[in-house]
């Protein structure tokens, strides 16, 4: 069984910068991983995932070129660095786990492991 747990969210101006972990429990260093947010009064959206190396990213388009996902194995543990945040980043994110696939995949169903959430609010 595995546990995640996000740290690093907060309160923020438009256009700062944030980093966001999260410590697993367990050994994940072999599954795919990736981070989602739930913005105020919409659906859990996918942000950002990671294969099991760290040698194969994705995004969502609307993050490329401002977030980053990265992932360190030995300390399992996952990162979202978030640059240039907006107004419309406020969100509660919540990092995942994929047991069942080192890969990298962007449909929330086929994560099994899921953390808590930590809120992000960027003021304009």
């Known amino acids: 069984q595995v546990q995640l747990v996000e740290s690093g969210g907060g309160l923020v101006q438009a256009g700062d910068s944030l980093r966001l972990s999260c410590a697993a429990s367990?050994?994940?260093?072999?599954?795919?991983m990736g981070w989602f947010r739930r913005a105020p009064g919409k659906e859990r959206d996918f942000v950002a995932g990671?294969?099991?190396?760290?040698?194969?990213?994705d995004y969502a388009d609307s993050m490329k070129g401002r977030f980053t996902i990265s992932r360190d194995n030995a300390k399992n543990t996952l990162y979202l660095e978030m640059n240039n945040l907006k107004p419309e980043d406020t969100a509660v994110y919540f990092c995942?786990?994929?047991?069942?696939?080192?890969?990298?995949?962007?449909?929330?169903?086929?994560?099994?492991?899921w953390g808590q959430g930590t809120q992000v609010t960027v003021s304009s």
């Open positions: 995942a786990a994929n047991s069942k696939w080192a890969g990298v995949v962007r449909a929330a169903t086929l994560y099994d492991y």
């Open positions: 367990g050994r994940t260093g072999n599954y795919g």
């Open positions: 990671i294969n099991w190396s760290g040698g194969n990213t």
